[in-house]
């Protein structure tokens, strides 16, 4: 069983700076994809970013490009999301999610999510 737990979440003016932290239980941390999803209310879940098992490929939207940066340390079991130059749009909740294998980008296919972080970010 995998468990994940994010944190690291909370209220920040627009411009500002959060890192948000996935800790993930399991001794195959590194087999496992990890992605980053946010939802804002009344919409639905959408990717952010993953970045495969030993880190040598990262992905982003589009509107988080230049401003958001992924990692993952696998000593630790922990994935990042350093969220730099934050705009009110940026606010949702944001998941981490793990998957063995299928599409980064595609929700659906993760096995396992956490139970979420609340990004707030006001202008």
């Known amino acids: 069983q995998v468990q994940l737990v994010e944190s690291g979440g909370g209220l920040v003016q627009a411009g500002g700076s959060l890192r948000l932290s996935c800790a993930v239980s399991?001794?195959?941390?590194?087999?496992?994809?990890m992605g980053w999803f946010r939802q804002a209310p009344g919409k639905e879940r959408e990717f952010v970013a993953s970045?495969?098992?030993?880190?040598?490929?990262?992905r982003y939207t589009d509107s988080v490009k230049g401003r958001f940066t992924m990692s993952r340390d696998n000593a630790k079991n922990t994935v990042y999301l350093q969220m730099n130059r934050l705009q009110p749009e940026d606010t949702a909740v944001y998941y981490c999610?793990?998957?063995?294998?299928?599409?980064?980008?595609?929700?659906?296919?993760?096995?396992?999510w956490g139970q979420g972080t609340q990004v707030t970010v006001s202008s």
């Open positions: 999610a793990a998957q063995y294998s299928g599409s980064y980008y595609i929700a659906y296919d993760y096995e396992y």
């Open positions: 399991g001794r195959t941390f590194s087999r496992y994809a």
């Open positions: 970045i495969s098992g030993f880190g040598d490929r990262i």
